[in-house]
């Protein structure tokens, strides 16, 4: 028997409402409900009823993680009841409570409710600023990308596209593919932790992956030209992803109304800027020139940023954080390298545009994903959705590129040390110079 919650969400700040079906145990009828759900650190009272009881049972509410306290536990119901219990949560959380009793063979039946626990009033101020930075930056950022645009480079691409469309193949079939798949089989029937895979399986761009392509001597150009495509293509590709998934897949597990029409807008908000920066470049090329200089000291301010202000906002990762937040979205990462390796392969591309092809497959915009959670979806549910995002920062993203860009270099130390060998040590110094130009760029 699964409890099942159909959750309203709207746009962070207006609020949310559940309810909860009733769950059959022992013989009786079982809700439990609240007018007002948790707020972390806060007590809140939960209605828990017992209807059609035919016999003398006893039941016993359990929850499933110690930092959720209740003020009553044991119910001994000898007909239909209301019980009113009290409880205090040290996390905003999606708590479940184990319900449990022992039927006439003696046999114990149980099931769970889940219990919602949102921030604080300064947690969510916190995080709304946050969001607030985040889509500022964001917008910013993309207006950015557009003045580094080059035309020329980009029509290039254009009129012989077969990289960028075996990336956009990648990006938009094979990642939120697999992003459903891991799910699956990795986050069962934790709904909004698979949603939020799927989410950051479907956001594709961002500058961090022409910043690896450059470093690993990747095809610059395929890359930048990539990101614009898939910058563009996101606010239909996304939407139809998220629609699809969240519409017929995940809802065939549990009921869940996500908010379409904010998703659209907010990812048309973010493409607008691409075309501002592409006009600006071809009005005024002196003025786009002075903002492209401004991106590196603004991606170093906004890195610190992002780093301190995110890391207390979602400070809750390090104490809620399961194996499979970290696992599935490993797996989509190194999954996003393989297939780009792949595909390129299979077309015969040049070990640069294999390099371009991966990263720009593996490394999602994590800060659409980000942003989107945290101003489409109340919490604590878009901090539910948000753990498995935070995992793939954690493990697929930067951190994994700096260890094997580490390791990379040791071995070629190494490799010309050993080897001592004129041409590899020319090799060595030439990608060297190949990053240190792509670096200052």
């Keep these: 028997m699964g409890h099942q919650l159909t959750a309203l969400v709207i746009l962070l700040g207006l609020g949310y409402t559940t309810h909860s079906d009733a769950l059959y145990l022992c013989g009786t009828n079982v809700t439990l409900s609240s007018d007002n759900w948790g707020v972390e650190s806060e007590i809140f009272n939960v209605s828990v009823n017992f209807e059609n009881v035919t016999q003398k049972t006893v039941f016993n509410l359990v929850p499933a993680w110690d930092k959720l306290a209740v003020s009553e536990d044991t119910f001994e119901v000898m007909e239909d009841s209301d019980f009113e219990v009290n409880m205090t949560a040290q996390h905003f959380y999606l708590y479940k409570v184990k319900m449990s009793c022992l039927n006439e063979e003696s046999e114990e039946e149980s099931a769970y409710f889940e219990v919602p626990v949102s921030r604080t009033k300064i947690d969510n101020t916190v995080a709304l600023i946050f969001q607030r930075i985040m889509t500022v930056s964001l917008a910013f950022a993309m207006l950015l990308m557009g003045c580094e645009l080059k035309f020329e480079v980009v029509r290039s ?25 891991l799910g699956y089989f990795f986050m069962g029937d934790d709904i909004f932790a698979r949603y939020g895979l799927i989410l950051i399986g479907c956001s594709p761009g961002g500058s961090f992956s022409n910043f690896w392509a450059a470093i690993w001597g990747g095809d610059l150009d395929l890359s930048v030209t990539m990101t614009f495509c898939s910058t563009v293509a996101s606010f239909g590709f996304t939407t139809f992803w998220v629609w699809l998934f969240g519409k017929y897949v995940l809802s065939s597990d549990r009921p869940i109304e996500l908010p379409y029409l904010e998703l659209f807008i907010g990812l048309v908000s973010l493409v607008v800027p691409v075309f501002i920066g592409l006009l600006i470049t071809y009005k005024r090329p002196e003025f786009s020139a002075k903002l492209v200089k401004l991106s590196r000291p603004f991606f170093m301010v906004l890195m610190f940023i992002v780093t301190t202000l995110g890391t207390y906002t979602n400070r809750f990762f390090f104490s809620v954080v399961s194996w499979y937040h970290l696992v599935a979205p490993a797996c989509l990462g190194i999954g996003g390298y393989a297939v780009g390796i792949l595909f ?85 110094k030439q990608v060297m110079a190949h990053d240190n130009k792509a670096y200052s760029k």
């Design 344 to 428: 390129a392969s299979i077309l015969c591309l040049k070990k640069e545009q294999v390099i371009a092809l991966s990263l720009e497959t593996a490394i999602q915009n994590a800060g659409i994903a980000i942003m989107i959670l945290q101003s489409n979806l109340a919490s604590p549910y878009g901090d539910m959705a948000l753990l498995p995002v935070l995992g793939y920062l954690f493990t697929a993203s930067g951190p994994l590129n700096i260890i094997m860009y580490a390791l990379y270099r040791l071995f070629t130390f190494v490799r010309d040390k050993l080897g001592g060998d004129e041409d590899e040590t020319l090799g060595l």
């Design 157 to 181: 691409y254009l009129v012989r596209p077969l990289a960028p469309a075996a990336g956009m193949f990648c990006q938009y079939v094979c990642m939120p593919v697999m992003a459903y798949v």
